[in-house]
């Protein structure tokens, strides 16, 4: 499934925003806290559930806020929460 995150990865980076995938398969709580000491504002999460859909859970790392978003709609979105 590394595949799927640089696809997503190279497709966010396109409509500019910057992107850093976690390349080594730990527990989420600790890519999370790794997101959140780098100063990251956004985690993309995606588990077999969210492949198969073509979505991906969108965390806002400082709220703890959550939402699903397909493929589609990920990068307007996550812009929009960006900004």
Request: proline content about 2%.
């Amino acid at each position: 499934r590394l595949g799927d995150y640089q696809r997503i990865a190279r497709m966010l980076r396109a409509a500019g925003i910057n992107t850093e995938v976690f390349p080594e398969a730990k527990p989420v709580g600790k890519q999370l806290k790794y997101a959140d000491r780098k100063g990251f504002r956004i985690a993309l999460i995606a588990g077999e559930t969210e492949f198969a859909n073509g979505t991906w859970q969108v965390k806002v790392l400082a709220t703890g806020q959550q939402e699903t978003v397909s493929d589609a709609d990920l990068a307007s979105r996550i812009q929009t929460l960006l900004s």
